[in-house]
T-cell receptor, first 116, second 113 residues
Framework: DGGITQSPKYLFRKEGQNVTLSCEQN?????MYWYRQDPGQGLRLIYY???????QKGDIAEGYSVSREKKESFPLTVTSAQKNPTAFYLC???????????????FGPGTRLTVL | GQQLNQSPQSMFIQEGEDVSMNCTSS?????WLWYKQEPGEGPVLLIA?????ELTSNGRLTAQFGITRKDSFLNISASIPSDVGIYFC?????????????FGQGTTLQVKP
């Protein structure tokens, strides 16, 4: 099946530890995105990548890092510098809508990170 | 970062009722999208709009791209319990060549059977 996978679904870490969230897609999409979601708020962009080996900061990149060594993978590391890391993290990739005229973002199932 | 103003923030309705929600922006957009997110899952794209004035339906859902290009509306007719979730609007500016979206804060919909 084609799709976007994020693992694990739930992640617990102690304060001060770095943690890496996985995002994989087999849709052959070039562009990938990471968002953070907090209760009652919209999705806020952390980092995005339009092509392999290239990525740009989003609106809230501080305390996060990414890599894009392969087209299908865009892992996000939440570092100890992130002051409030507990949140729901969503990965998306951008590809063709049915009909083929436009490209839009499609989301993975998310990872809920809790820092204790 | 910029956010869209989405309203209402939450709705609690009776099954069978119609629902309306909207999003407004201070900037002009060339794309408006509506996503639905169920608890603990990622958002799913419901409707995409690309032209001012465009009206598009997806089953019981109908969305419109405002004439001013600064707003969009989503209507759900004859709501059912499985409509429960958070509905997000998202917009993309003319200047964006990266596919970046700006999201509203979401409208939480609860349906009473």
């Amino acid at each position: 099946d084609g799709g976007i996978t994020q693992s694990p679904k739930y992640l617990f870490r102690k304060e001060g530890q770095n943690v890496t969230l996985s995002c994989e897609q087999n849709l052959n999409h070039d562009a990938m995105y990471w968002y953070r979601q907090d209760p009652g708020q919209g999705l806020r962009l952390i980092y995005y990548s339009q092509i392999v080996n290239d990525f740009q900061k989003g609106d809230i990149a501080e305390g996060y890092s990414v890599s894009r060594e392969k087209k299908e993978s865009f892992p996000l590391t939440v570092t100890s510098a992130q002051k409030n890391p507990t949140a729901f993290y969503l990965c998306a990739s951008r590809g063709e809508l049915a009909g083929g005229s436009y490209n839009e973002q499609f989301f993975g199932p998310g990872t809920r990170l809790t820092v204790l | 970062g910029q956010q869209l103003n989405q309203s209402p923030q939450s709705m609690f309705i009776q099954e069978g009722e119609d629902v309306s929600m909207n999003c407004t922006s201070s900037s002009i957009f060339n794309t408006w999208l509506w996503y639905k997110q169920e608890p603990g899952e990622g958002p799913v794209l419901l409707i995409a709009l690309y032209k001012a004035g465009e009206l598009t339906s997806n089953g019981r859902l109908t969305a419109q791209f405002g004439i001013t290009r600064k707003d969009s509306f989503l209507n759900i007719s004859a709501s059912i319990p499985s409509d429960v979730g958070i509905y997000f609007c998202a917009g993309r500016a003319f200047s964006s060549n990266t596919g970046k979206l700006i999201f509203g804060q979401g409208t939480t919909l609860q349906v009473k059977p």
